[in-house]
């Protein structure tokens, strides 16, 4: 398994966020609220997590939902992943919307979501007449019909 350090500034009250197991792939951020926010179905709101990071060049921070408060509440996030660039220098912030028929509370340092850091490849694109001949071809958007 692969570790990279990366420096963070904590704004919050909350630790730090922590891999609970050791096959975590994720770590949970958590809500760093003033006051409650009361999120009424269909209704989404940014988080604050008080959280800064400084990413290394050739890494990026994805921010995806926790899967027990999407299934328990129908809270998750917008724009899932979301990406943090290691150029961003601004607070974490996470896009949290209600999906459920009942209001939901968001109470500080509750756990909103999960960030993963990963490496980044980037593409050098190749201009080209054809591309190469493949079993699927262009189906795509349920051709299989399953």
């Not at 990026?60 to 899967?67: F, I, K, L, Y």
């Amino acid at each position: 398994m692969q570790s990279i350090e990366i420096n963070i500034i904590n704004n919050s009250t909350n630790p730090l966020p922590v891999y609970e197991t050791i096959g975590s792939s994720g770590m949970d951020l958590k809500a760093n609220l003033e006051e409650p926010v009361k999120l009424e179905p269909m209704q989404r709101a940014l988080i604050p997590t008080g959280l800064f990071i400084e990413l290394p060049l050739g890494y990026e921070a994805q921010v995806r939902p926790r899967s027990g408060l999407a299934i328990k509440h129908g809270i998750t996030c917008l724009n899932s992943p979301g990406t943090i660039d290691s150029d961003y220098r601004g607070e974490i912030k996470i896009i949290l919307v209600n999906i459920s028929n009942e209001p939901f509370i968001i109470q500080h340092g509750e756990r909103i979501a999960q960030i993963i850091i990963q490496p980044v490849t980037k593409a050098i694109w190749q201009v080209v007449k054809v591309l190469s001949e493949s079993k699927r071809g262009e189906g795509g958007f349920g051709h299989t019909g399953k």
